[in-house]
């Protein structure tokens, strides 16, 4: 029987904080900056769904808990690096100071770090004595999306907008930044499991619409939000000549916009459960994403937040 979500986020939230072993004598700030990215470990949803698709698609316990925490990693170090002075000198980031403004820069690059390389080795866990093509398929999968032709071309991408936007637009660019971190958890375990073309072919549709929504949602929060009410840094993108959906078509068109692929990535997932109704969990995500668009329409004017909501409905 699955764990009940908040028994399962609390597991997770627990082999996130305790994944890394450090050395006894590791240099301070080192060790600080890694102990205060650990101590905040976010919504945990990547993880979540890292350790659902794993356990759907018959990966034992061990492996799941492996690439959960490893998605995790992955996601906060990019979020580390993020927020640097030289990306989007951020000053706080899940509620608190960003971990350059605690303990520098330098141990805020070498914590990312950490944090990567212990993903990269968690993913080799999870994977070994699997056969050796399912092996040689997904570590393939992880480079493509983390390296040049991913998440790492979206990045800077995202540093360059204001020269390329003529270019690229926020989406475009969003499939690189924001797909592959939602690509990976949802992807990943289905390709070290074997599972068929097909439904690798279902799923990753699936993650691009996921990836898009969740940057527009991002985008609209940005816009809309004042100082660190969400969390983190807001208002960064204007500033900074970034891509940003609401900047590029308005609010109206945004909330539209976002309504309408988070509609498509519910409609993918109905089709695929039909199919395979082990994926049933796949479907509350609908639920995260319109609850959090609704609760960025509260921050919008109410004709504004009509013509959003007349998007949800239909």
């Known amino acids: 029987m699955p764990l009940p979500e908040s028994s399962l986020r609390h597991e997770l939230e627990q082999a996130y904080a305790s994944g890394m072993a450090l050395p006894e004598h590791l240099e301070p700030h080192l060790a600080s900056a890694i102990h205060a990215t650990l101590a905040r470990p976010g919504s945990m949803v990547r993880a979540m769904l890292a350790w659902q698709m794993a356990r759907a698609t018959g990966l034992d316990g061990q492996r799941g808990r492996q690439l959960a925490i490893a998605m995790e990693y992955f996601h906060t170090a990019a979020l580390v690096f993020d927020d640097l002075p030289a990306m989007d000198d951020a000053t706080s980031r899940r509620g608190a100071p960003c971990v350059h403004q605690r303990f520098g820069e330098g141990a805020a690059m070498l914590a990312a770090l950490a944090l990567i390389n212990r993903a990269y080795g968690m993913i080799w866990s999870a994977a ?6 399912q092996q040689q398929a997904g570590l393939r999968y992880v480079e493509q999306h983390l390296g040049v032709g991913g998440l790492l071309q979206g990045q800077s ?6 020269q390329a936007r003529s270019v690229h637009s926020p989406q475009s660019i969003a499939v690189g930044k924001t797909v592959s971190l939602i690509r990976l958890p949802l992807v990943l375990p ?20 996921w990836g898009l929504a969740y940057q527009s949602l991002d985008d609209l929060k940005d816009v809309l939000h004042t100082g660190d009410a969400c969390g983190k840094t807001a208002r960064r993108d204007a500033l900074l000549e970034r891509p940003n959906l609401a900047l590029d078509c308005g609010l109206d068109a945004a909330c539209m916009k976002t309504a309408r692929l988070i509609r498509l990535a519910a409609g993918a997932v109905r089709r695929l459960v039909a199919v395979h109704p082990e994926y049933a969990f796949l479907a509350s995500m609908r639920l995260q994403m319109d609850a959090e668009l609704n609760r960025l329409l509260a921050l919008h004017p109410p004709h504004r937040a009509r013509l959003a909501a007349l998007a949800l409905a239909s």
């Open 157 to 162: 991408l995202d540093l360059h907008y204001a």
């Open 128 to 133: 070994a004595g699997l056969p050796l093509e």
């Open 190 to 209: 289905a390709i070290l499991a074997g599972s068929a073309t097909r439904l690798i072919e279902r799923l990753e549709r699936i993650a691009v619409l």
